[in-house]
C-alpha cells in the first residue's frame, strides 16, 4: 500500500529549462494537490484538481502547469525554470468527502534547486 | 480568506520540559477542520491529529495533548515531558470543510535538547 508516490525525490535544473513532476496514488482519492514549502512560509498550494480532468489554481500557481489525465495521477510542469522555483514541492491527496480521520495523504516530497 | 499563524518560528527546550505550540486561525466558515502535523529532519509530513469545528472536546494522546477554544480561535499542541525525537517542525492547518484544500501556519520548529 504505497500512498503517495512522487517522483523524482531530488533534482537540480538549470534556469529555463523544463520538467515534470508526478504524483501518483493508489487510494482512489478523488481531490489531489502540489503544495511547495519555503522556509517560514509553511505549505502553499499551487494548484489542485477535484477530479479526473479538472484542475485549479491555488495560492501560487504562477510559472506552473498541472495535468491529471488520470485520477491516480497529479502532474506538475514547470515549462521555464526560475531560482525562485527552490523549493521542496510536495503531493497530496484526499477523499472529496471526510471517510477517514486521516483526510489527507501526503507524499514525501520533491527538492528541486534551480541553478 | 483562511488565515493560520504561528508566531512561534523557534521554540528550544531541554528533554523533559512541557512545551506548548501555539496556534490561531481565522476563517469565516462554521464548519472548519484544523490539523497538526510533524514534519522529522527527514522531510515527511505525519499527521498527528484532525480536529472539526462542532468538537471543542480537547484531546490526549500518550504525551501529546490539544486545546481546541473557539472563542480565541486558536489549537494549541503541548507536548509533556518531551523528548529527543520530538525535534521536528510542526504545523497547524486549517480547512473549510473535508476533502477541500489546506491553509498552513508557517510552522513551528521545535529542538529538543538531551
Known amino acids: 500500500n504505497a500512498g503517495v508516490t512522487q517522483t523524482p525525490k531530488f533534482r537540480v535544473l538549470k534556469t529555463g529549462q523544463s520538467m515534470t513532476l508526478l504524483c501518483a496514488q493508489d487510494?482512489?482519492?478523488?481531490?489531489m494537490y502540489w503544495y511547495r514549502q519555503d522556509p517560514g512560509m509553511g505549505l502553499r498550494l499551487i494548484h489542485y484538481?477535484?477530479?479526473?480532468?479538472?484542475?485549479a489554481k491555488g495560492e501560487v500557481p504562477d510559472g506552473y502547469n498541472v495535468s491529471r489525465l488520470k485520477k491516480q495521477n497529479f502532474l506538475l510542469g514547470l515549462e521555464s525554470a526560475a531560482p525562485s522555483q527552490t523549493s521542496v514541492y510536495f503531493c497530496?491527496?484526499?477523499?472529496?468527502?471526510?471517510?477517514?480521520?486521516?483526510?489527507?495523504?501526503f507524499g514525501s516530497g520533491t527538492r528541486l534547486t534551480v541553478v | 480568506a483562511q488565515k493560520v499563524t504561528q508566531a512561534q518560528t523557534e521554540i528550544s527546550v531541554v528533554e523533559k520540559e512541557d512545551v506548548t505550540l501555539d496556534c490561531v486561525y481565522e476563517?469565516?466558515?462554521?464548519?472548519?477542520?484544523l490539523f497538526w502535523y510533524k514534519q522529522p529532519p527527514s522531510g515527511e509530513l505525519v499527521f498527528l491529529i484532525r480536529?472539526?469545528?462542532?468538537?471543542?472536546q480537547n484531546e490526549i494522546s500518550g504525551r501529546y495533548s490539544w486545546n481546541f477554544q473557539k472563542s480565541t480561535s486558536s489549537f494549541n499542541f503541548t507536548i509533556t515531558a518531551s523528548q529527543v525525537v520530538d525535534s521536528a517542525v510542526y504545523f497547524c492547518?486549517?480547512?473549510?470543510?473535508?476533502?477541500?484544500?489546506?491553509?498552513f501556519g508557517g510552522g513551528t520548529r521545535l529542538m529538543v535538547k538531551p
Open positions: 484538481s477535484v477530479g479526473e480532468g479538472t484542475t
Open positions: 487510494m482512489n482519492h478523488e481531490y
Open positions: 497530496a491527496s484526499s477523499y472529496a468527502q471526510s471517510t477517514s480521520n486521516y483526510g489527507y495523504t
Open positions: 476563517t469565516r466558515d462554521t464548519t472548519y477542520y
Open positions: 480536529r472539526n469545528s462542532f468538537d471543542e
Open positions: 492547518a486549517l480547512t473549510r470543510n473535508a476533502g477541500n484544500m489546506l491553509t
